[in-house]
């Protein structure tokens, strides 16, 4: 049976909700829903949903590097939206990241995050090859 190794990032929803920032289990990995949330649990970036994009991706690859893999190896993305007329800053931050890998990718539109300040969630998964 595979290992299953955690990789945490400290959040503080982490340890109240029991989940991790990543999940290894063999050759894959799973990264949680990621934003862009600052230490006071507020948008880093409030407001901008490209940037936040971006903030969420890096935060992504940091720990997909903590886990043992690469953002080459991302399999599949998601993309939570809060307003979808905004889909094109995130859709164009996930371009810059993933253009080349080009992972099978999804994009919805959803009520709200866990905190109004926020405008974009992504989760990714990877496998090594």
């Known amino acids: 049976m595979a290992r299953r190794r955690l990789v945490s990032s400290g959040a503080p929803w982490e340890a109240t909700a029991g ?48 886990a043992g893999f690469e953002l080459s190896e991302v399999v599949r993305t998601r993309m939570y939206v809060t307003d979808m007329a905004r889909s094109a800053e995130v859709l164009a931050a996930h371009g810059q990241v993933f253009g080349a890998i080009r992972p099978a990718a999804t994009i919805v539109e959803v009520g709200a995050l866990i905190e109004p300040s926020l405008l974009v969630e992504i989760e990714a998964d990877a496998r090594h090859a």
């Not at 991790?20 to 409030?46: E, I, L, M």
Request: hydrophobic share 40%.
């Open 19 to 66: 989940y991790s920032r990543a999940v290894v289990v063999g050759d894959q990995c799973w990264v949680a829903g990621t934003t862009d949330t600052g230490p006071d649990g507020t948008a880093a970036h409030p407001g901008d949903a490209g940037a936040q994009a971006r903030a969420a991706l890096s935060r992504i690859e940091r720990a997909l590097t903590e």
